[in-house]
């Protein structure tokens, strides 16, 4: 049992959010978790550094994120979003040219604190996540975890989107593989 809390991803709390993100040089690269979100009306991309374009993302509403609280720090979060927040997918031609419809909600991005991997604390962020989902109303939710082969030693900073197992944990039903690495999982959640 731990003591940690789950909380969205709200101009509250996103200093904290920043705070776990520049802790780790702005994650993979600087991505500052904004790979996966494209320009919207008021906000484009390229004309902001990775923090700012972030906030400006949750001060429009299009940015959402399930935070796991460790007293005031946040340790992990789990992305999520509509596909028209989410759109830069990898794989998102395959994806695309293989998809009957269209799920309301995907799952991007994990991140964890080094200092608490391996304890669970994904799972913590991917539970966190759908039950968000849940009081948005819920609906059908996609992702695409990273495959790991048999024997295969993987970087925990390689697996931006975990495993199958933590989502198939979850609930999630395994669909198809997706470029070499990817999955498509899906899940529909309740609205609470």
Known sequence: MTDHVIK???LDTFPAWL????????????CYCSYFHGDTADTVKRE?????????????GVAHAALVFDG????????YGSPLELPNIYHRKQFDAEESH????????????????????????????LDLIAQ????????FPNVVEPGKRVSASF?????????EAAGFTFERRIGKNKTVMRKVVAPA
């Open 8 to 10: 969205p991803l709200t």
């Open 48 to 60: 902001y550094d990775g923090p700012t374009f972030k906030r400006r993302l949750v001060e429009e």
């Open 136 to 143: 948005a109303g819920g609906g059908e939710v996609v992702s």
């Open 159 to 167: 697996l931006h989107n975990v495993t199958p197992g933590i989502f």
């Open 102 to 129: 269209q799920a309301p909600w995907r799952i991007t991005c994990f991140f964890v604190d080094r200092d608490h991997r391996r304890g669970g604390v994904a799972t913590e962020a991917l539970h966190g996540a």
């Open 72 to 79: 005031d720090q946040a340790i992990a979060w789990c992305e």
């Open 19 to 30: 705070a776990l993100a520049e802790k780790h040089n702005g994650v993979w690269g600087g």
